[in-house]
């Protein structure tokens, strides 16, 4: 039997054994830019975890400390990872629920909860991920328990080490950018690290020491979108009534199916569940036919259907901050005091992003409240959330402004005590052009679908520089080699800084319809002599029609991001 003791302190030791080992997982994200600190976004996620566990005391039951985890997990779960990893666990705790202590049996099952929860998460999984870890690890001690129902908790985890460590190793076969790398998947290694920490209870009794040197507070990281891309997902409105309402459950249909079904219909699904409810969001043309289908799980409550052709009264200005605080703040409380909602604002807006040019251009569009980060900077789930807390409006909008954001936004909308709607912007360029089209006298529905087409219709490049050596999609990359990246996607190397902005800005200029505008935003190692330098060299190699435009972003990581729209 596992007790809850023994459980929390495995979790202390599995955060302890994650952060001492975070650099080489760290290490093993095969795409040369800065942004791929796996290790560390799954460190510092159950690291929250770690934190409200030391306070639990002797008395405490399986369910009990399961619980605590999951909660501080969600909460602070950091990157695509990080989310992936608070779900896995989220999905254990509902396996627990009620139990004093945990047989062999009992971790299997709450384990393949776990699975579970994190798959229906991802709208698109891949294979050869952390997910393929977890998965196989559960499926082999539920195989294990088939051929020996009485085995204890040591052994169905002993069987679930040895599966995750398998599975790893196996990953390069199933993601071929892994296998030219010669690396295994970095959330993977992270997750068995996390299961090598709880073995060091659940066999020996022993918490793994956290190496003090390790242990100090690091910079927030991103994660591999090219290595762990489990989390990639597009968003699209195209759709003409925003659905919502929630089922009380009377059958037992697994609320997936119903997830299944709103996706055949239409886009921007979200469904969210407990015991009790099913919490569900979705744009379609047939409402109708979504509550109908509803109602084969329970009975409907709360039902809203908004038509997308209808306006809504004009939107009061929306107050925003004055002044950003320090960025080295440590307490997101000081930074994003709690404000109760103002039924006279109708929409607030929160963005993700790093630099102080940057910053000014958000609140200068209407944004409420910043959240700093970005890439090497991902913020947490409950970051998020405070700064959401913090604006007043009945519906808030938040821009991740970074794939691997959009995961740990995304759970805000259950957190959160009034209407989070988050866009799926996926860069800073795409975040602006979002709130460039928002509209105070268009309806929340239409300003959705203005806000959506209007990032699609953006061009976003990045210029930044090698962090390793790499052998990449075809390129062979030297370390501080300057790297040009076109919608996310690396699309040539360069050694000078001009000559990459000017052939990158051209080929968006060829790829965006009818480009209009071009906007060059420097980041913080670049100096302003140097931009209008490059500035001048675009504007000789660009259309005389197009409109071009320098701004001082500061960003860290990227020597410039060009918007082209």
């Known amino acids: 039997m596992i007790n809850g003791v023994m459980l929390r302190d495995a979790m202390i030791s599995a955060a302890n054994h994650i952060s001492n080992k975070r650099q080489i997982v760290d290490a093993l994200n095969v795409f040369p830019v800065p942004d791929g600190d796996t290790g560390t976004n799954m460190s510092m996620t159950i690291g929250a975890a770690r934190r409200e566990l030391e306070r639990v005391g002797e008395d405490t039951t399986v369910a009990q400390t399961a619980s605590v985890a999951a909660a501080a997990l969600l909460r602070g779960a950091r990157g695509n990872s990080g989310v992936i990893l608070s779900l896995l666990f989220r999905g254990f705790s ?105 073995g060091s209870v659940f066999f020996d009794g022993k918490i793994v020491d956290a190496d003090d040197e390790q242990q100090k507070p690091v910079k927030h990281s991103s ?158 789930t409950d970051d998020i959330l405070r700064a959401i807390q913090a604006t007043p409006a009945k519906t808030v909008f938040v821009l991740p402004n970074n794939k691997n954001i959009i995961m740990a936004a995304e759970q805000t909308v259950k957190l959160a005590d009034r209407n989070v709607y988050v866009l799926p912007t996926r860069t800073i360029p795409q975040g602006l052009s979002a709130m460039l089209a928002f509209d105070p006298d268009n309806s929340l529905a239409n300003n959705q679908l203005a806000m959506t087409k209007a990032l699609e219709r953006v061009g976003t490049g990045q210029i930044t520089f090698a962090a390793r050596d790499s052998d990449y999609d075809g390129y062979k990359i030297k370390k501080d080699e300057i790297l040009a990246l076109e919608n996310g996607k690396l699309t040539f190397t360069d050694k000078d800084l001009t000559k990459a902005c000017v052939k990158l800005t051209r080929s968006l200029v060829r ?18 002599e140097q931009a209008e330098k490059i500035e001048a060299a675009v504007r000789a190699r660009v259309p005389s029609d197009v409109e071009v435009a320098l701004i001082a972003g500061g960003q860290p990581v990227y020597y410039f991001i060009i918007s082209v729209e």
Not at 165 to 185: C, F, N, R, S, Y
Not at 366 to 371: A, C, F, K, L, S
Request: with cysteine.
């Open 94 to 198: 509902k396996g627990l629920a009620g139990k004093e202590t945990a047989t062999g049996s009992d971790v299997a099952q709450a384990l393949a909860l776990g699975v579970q929860a994190a798959y229906k998460a991802v709208m698109k999984p891949t294979e050869g991920t952390i997910l393929t870890v977890a998965r196989v690890a559960a499926e082999k001690a539920q195989q294990a328990l088939e051929q020996n129902s009485d085995m204890t908790a040591n052994e169905v985890w002993r069987v679930i080490l040895d599966a995750a460590a398998q599975a790893l190793e196996e990953t390069p076969e199933i993601l071929p950018v892994l296998k030219k790398a010669g690396v295994v998947d970095a959330g993977g290694q992270g997750l068995l690290f996390i299961f090598e920490g709880m």
């Open 511 to 528: 790829s965006v319809k009818e480009c209009s505008f071009i906007t060059l935003i420097y980041g913080q190692d670049i100096p302003a």
């Open 223 to 380: 994660d591999d979108d090219f290595v762990n891309a489990a989390g990639e997902f597009d968003g699209e409105i195209t759709f003409s009534y925003c659905t919502e309402f929630i089922v009380n459950k009377t059958t037992d249909k697994e609320p997936i199916k119903l997830r299944a079904y709103l996706e055949s219909i239409g886009d921007s699904v979200v469904v969210v569940d407990d015991d009790e409810i099913i919490k569900c969001h979705v744009h379609t043309d047939n409402p109708g036919n979504a509550l109908q289908e509803a109602l084969t799980f329970g009975t409907l409550t709360r039902i809203k259907i908004e038509n997308m052709r209808e306006q809504h009264a004009a939107q009061q200005e929306s107050v925003r901050q004055s002044q950003m605080k320090q960025e080295t703040a440590q307490d997101s409380e000081d930074l994003f005091p709690y404000a109760p909602v103002d039924p006279s604002i109708p929409y607030g807006f929160v963005a993700v992003a790093a630099g102080e040019g940057i910053h000014q251009l958000f609140l200068d569009l209407g944004v409420n409240q910043i959240v700093s980060g970005g890439q090497t900077m991902n913020p947490s």
